[in-house]
């Protein structure tokens, strides 16, 4: 339970009488599906200790009625889950360690380590374990002297490459959560980790020279360059220096950025009287270089070398549209983002610095087959530059091509004029962009600015509503902060906010106008012990009874065949592709692809004795997941050299590597079982295979 | 940590049902390791302990210094059990 929670729960146990949630909502300020959540929340918790459960009828809202017996043991239970909240999680516990161990400059006792951070000996050692593997990828390593203590090995840019990953993760933390940071915080965080180092001295410093040289950087940008010179700063001082390679040194001195890291390091070493040398100014530059630029009028795509990864970039949108089947309408807009992003992570990936995207998994999740597809066509970037794109990396650039993709599917209407404030980069506030439009039609995004271009922006432009990743001082009245990924409560805020329904109002849970109308017969009929009990078996009777005909899908009627007759395997094959075809599951040139890899590998299709599997990959043609059933009137040789003859053909079509394999693996442990195959292959109709398989319940327990 | 590589043609079929039957006997054994599935073209022996493929991918896949486990039944969960367990021993 969170603090807001625990104090719902103390509300409800003051009132005696029934409260609505839209009482309880405005006590508390949160929105009624908040309050949803949290007693959904609460009477988990109230069953896991045993206690008893709020009760919530229709129409009079929520009662809370405890015994004295019970109200000491809720109690109890309550101050335990207060006190467990506090305690520093082990991620956090982690970083804090491998902080201090890459910030000494020597040995560290695992004793002082423990007694630093109030824990024991024994998992201070654990948690070494764990950073020792977390490092690893970063060129780090972890020496231990017995009765000594422990260091970590490693060049000095590694070091820092990592300081600078762990305290931006530090200091940006919650940034996607509720409780975000704002760019202020972020600096008072850095500010924290160097208690003796004039901060405010690099903060101004990076700020007049974005202001002199016309530079944009991110929030994010800024808030590593800042790190970086700190850390420059401060290891300067116990001698530890970074050594660049001679050649790269002489090639950072032609880059325009080197005369600002030179103007940068003079001031940095007046003031902190410090001599900076020549490597640590190349390796400014190299920040400076990668630091992400935003506006697209910085774009210039002058030299050969830049012709060519713009040309690159083109090839690689070219196979991306190739593999998902979809025309970009706005690829030139594309290209140019992608290629604003391209110049820093080339950049990034050249000095080995790895980055971290906040929202990696939601960007997996919800777009794995663009995922899939920018990891395939990246292939082309990284042959061309001898790089290897983290999957991290490629979630960026799976970002870019959701935005654009999320951009083809709305109208633009303009009502309000927007101003987005963004401080994660380019790719987050083009996605947020896009999803705020495809949510509200009425809006008109005028720019996507950074933190700092933002007063500016406003003093030359009309806004009607600023709408913002970081929260904004009190002083901008119309601005409302939300979420990269714009959650649905998001999208309640702003609603309320702009006082106007939502155009498309999602159904949360389809069946429960249905249930509620259930209730009304069986009340109306019976008598009823624990409404809210009948209407949750209810609600899971309906769900379970949606999902079987969802899980059901995958295996369309028409993709079912019978009995057929075929002569050898290629026909086989294609006979079982036709309904895939016909149907535009797949396209033809899937269908030769498979023949192909077959020619190549071998009868790698027959699976298992008796049944072949023909399918290719995702990228070769499909358009859509089915799983095919033919069985055939004679036994045909595959020349698989166990598992021949062939009685079935299972025709697999697959958009991605997850959706069809809970069926199929059903499906294939059916046909495992004695004398299945053989039952199957005596279905004379369609109809006959689908009871079959409904009849043993195939399909329903995955 | 163990990392076992499923190979085949595509990357979407035999080699995810050889994951998936893979992490259901790695948990019955309660045996902790990273599955992961992938096709022949891009698979790289130096990024896994165990690959697990059907025969005709085994013998193209060279250079590998890893036990390739070669499974031409893929419902036999038996047989992949027993060269699964049988491998990992042997590694360990």
Known sequence: ?702 | MLRILTVCGAGVGSSMMLKVFTQQILKQEQIEASVNATDISSVDPKSADIIITTSDFANVIRNSTCPIIRIDNLTDKVNLKNQLLETISKIK
């Not at chain 1, 002082?112 to 070494?128: E, Q």
């Not at chain 1, 294609?574 to 797949?586: H, L, R, T």
Request: proline share 2%.
């Open chain 1, 1 to 702: 339970m969170n603090a807001r929670a625990i104090k719902l729960l103390k509300l409800l146990m003051e009132n005696e009488s029934y409260t609505t949630v839209e009482a309880l909502a405005k006590q508390l300020g949160v929105s009624k599906r908040s309050i949803r959540y949290d007693l959904e929340a609460i009477n988990a918790w109230l069953e896991m200790n045993d206690l008893p459960k709020i009760v919530s009828t229709p129409r009079k809202g929520v009662l809370y009625e405890l015994s004295e017996a019970f109200l000491e043991k809720l109690e109890t239970n309550l101050l335990r889950e207060h006190r467990a909240e506090p305690e520093l999680d082990i991620d956090a516990r982690q970083q804090i360690v491998l902080f201090n161990l890459l910030i000494s400059t020597g040995v560290i006792s695992l004793e002082s380590l423990a007694k630093k951070i109030k824990v024991s000996k024994t998992t201070i050692a654990n948690d070494i374990n764990a950073i020792q593997e977390q490092i690893k990828p970063q060129g780090l390593t972890i020496e231990r002297t017995r009765g000594v203590g422990i260091e970590i090995n490693g060049d000095e840019a590694n070091k820092r490459n990592s300081l600078v990953k762990l305290l931006r993760s530090l200091a940006t933390k919650g940034t996607l959560q509720e409780n975000m940071t704002t760019l202020e915080d972020a600096f008072q965080s850095i500010k924290a980790y160097f208690p003796k180092l004039d901060i405010d001295f690099i903060i101004k410093l990076i700020e007049t020279l974005e202001k002199e040289s016309g530079y944009h950087f991110t929030a994010e940008g800024i808030i590593d360059l800042i790190t970086h010179i700190a850390l420059t700063v401060e290891r300067l001082r116990f001698d530890k220096k970074i050594i660049i390679d001679k050649d790269r040194l002489h090639e950072l001195q032609k880059n325009p950025f080197y005369s600002s890291a030179k103007n940068l390091a003079e001031q940095i070493e007046a003031h902190f009287k410090i001599r900076i040398p020549q490597d640590e100014i190349g390796y400014i530059t190299i920040h400076l270089m990668s630091t992400k630029l935003t506006g697209i009028d910085h774009m210039d795509v002058g030299s050969d070398s830049q012709h060519n990864l713009y040309s690159l970039i083109l090839d690689v949108i070219k196979r991306i549209s190739e593999y998902l089947r979809v025309q970009f309408l706005n690829e030139k807009e594309l290209a140019d983002d992608l290629y604003l992003h391209m110049s820093s992570t080339l950049e990034r990936l050249k000095s080995r610095q790895t980055i971290i995207n906040p929202i990696f998994d939601e960007i997996v999740q919800k777009y794995s087959s663009v995922f899939n597809a920018s990891k395939k066509a990246i292939k082309i970037l990284e042959s061309a530059y001898d790089v290897h794109f983290t999957d991290h990396e490629i979630s960026y650039v799976a970002m870019h091509i959701g935005a654009a993709l999320e951009l083809k599917s709305y109208k633009e209407q303009l009502k309000i004029n927007v101003l987005l404030v963004c401080a994660s980069g380019i790719g987050t506030s083009r996605l947020l962009r896009t999803k705020l439009i495809s949510n509200f039609t009425n809006f008109n995004i005028v720019a996507t600015v950074s933190y700092f271009e933002m007063e500016k922006f406003l003093c030359d432009h009309t806004i009607d509503l600023i709408i913002s990743t970081l929260p904004l001082d009190s002083k901008h009245k119309k601005s409302v902060t939300v979420t990269p990924l714009l959650s649905e409560k998001d999208v309640e805020k702003l609603s309320s906010y702009l006082k106007v329904n939502r155009q498309s109002e999602k159904k949360l849970n389809e069946v429960e106008p249905l249930i509620e109308d259930m209730m009304k017969i069986i009340e109306s009929h019976a008598q009823v012990h624990s409404s809210e009990n009948l209407k949750r078996d209810l609600v899971q009777l309906l769900n379970k009874q949606k999902n079987r005909t969802a899980k059901s899908q995958l295996i369309d009627k028409d993709l079912i065949m019978t009995q057929v007759k075929c002569t050898d395997w290629v026909s086989a094959v294609k006979k079982a592709s036709e309904p895939f075809i016909k149907q535009q599951y797949v396209t033809k040139s899937y269908v030769e692809k498979i023949i192909e890899n077959s020619t190549t590998y071998g009868p790698y299709m027959v699976v298992a004795p008796g049944i072949a599997m023909p399918h290719a990959g995702t990228e070769d043609g499909v358009f859509k997941t089915g799983i095919g059933i033919m069985t055939l009137e004679k036994p045909i040789k595959f020349n698989h050299k166990s598992n021949d003859p062939v009685k079935v053909v299972i025709f697999l079509s697959a958009i991605d590597n997850t959706t069809h394999i809970g069926q199929l693996s059903s499906l294939l442990g059916f046909l495992s079982e004695e004398g299945e195959l053989d039952r199957l292959c005596q279905k004379k109709s369609r109809d006959e295979v689908i009871e079959y398989l409904n009849h043993n319940e195939v399909f329903y327990e995955i």
